[in-house]
C-alpha cells in the first residue's frame, strides 16, 4: 500500500509562485521504481494531468503549463514536486499527487484512470 500526502498549497495573487510537495509512504527502492504525476481537479471539471516524471527522470508536462511549471523528485526522501510560476487564475484547483501510472510517450499519462495511488490533494487558489 502507497499513502501520498500533499502539501503547499495555499492562496496566491496572479504571477505569484508556489512549490507543491508529494512524500510517499513507501519502501526508498519501490519508490524510485514508480512513475509520478500531478494531477488537478478544478470544481465542475474532470481531473487532468498537470504534468508527469518517470523513474530515469525525463518529463512531460501538459501543454497549458508548459514553461511555468516544473516537476521533480528526490528518490532518496520519496517526494515529489511541482514548482509553479506565474500562476494564472485558472490554475485554481485541488492539486493531487499519484504514483504507479503509465509510460510518459504517447500521453496516456493524462488519463487519470490509468494511476493506481492518489494523495488526498492540496488546495492551489490563485486570485486575480
Known amino acids: 500500500q502507497v499513502q501520498l500526502v500533499e502539501s503547499g498549497g495555499g492562496s496566491v495573487q496572479a504571477g505569484g509562485s508556489l512549490r507543491l510537495s508529494c512524500v510517499a509512504s513507501?519502501?526508498?527502492?519501490?519508490?524510485?521504481?514508480?512513475?509520478m504525476a500531478w494531477f488537478r481537479q478544478a470544481p465542475g471539471k474532470e481531473r487532468e494531468g498537470v504534468a508527469a516524471?518517470?523513474?530515469?527522470?525525463?518529463?512531460s508536462y501538459a501543454d497549458s503549463v508548459k514553461g511555468r511549471f516544473t516537476i521533480s523528485r528526490d528518490n532518496a526522501i520519496k517526494t515529489l514536486y511541482l514548482q509553479m510560476n506565474s500562476l494564472k487564475p485558472e490554475d485554481t484547483a485541488m492539486y493531487y499527487c499519484?504514483?504507479?501510472?503509465?509510460?510518459?510517450?504517447?500521453?496516456?499519462?493524462?488519463?487519470?484512470?490509468?494511476?493506481?495511488?492518489w494523495g488526498q490533494g492540496t488546495q492551489v487558489t490563485v486570485s486575480s
Open positions: 516524471i518517470d523513474k530515469d527522470g525525463s518529463t
Open positions: 513507501i519502501y526508498t527502492y519501490t519508490y524510485s521504481s514508480y512513475r
Open positions: 499519484a504514483a504507479g501510472g503509465p509510460r510518459l510517450s504517447g500521453g496516456s499519462w493524462f488519463s487519470s484512470a490509468l494511476w493506481h495511488y
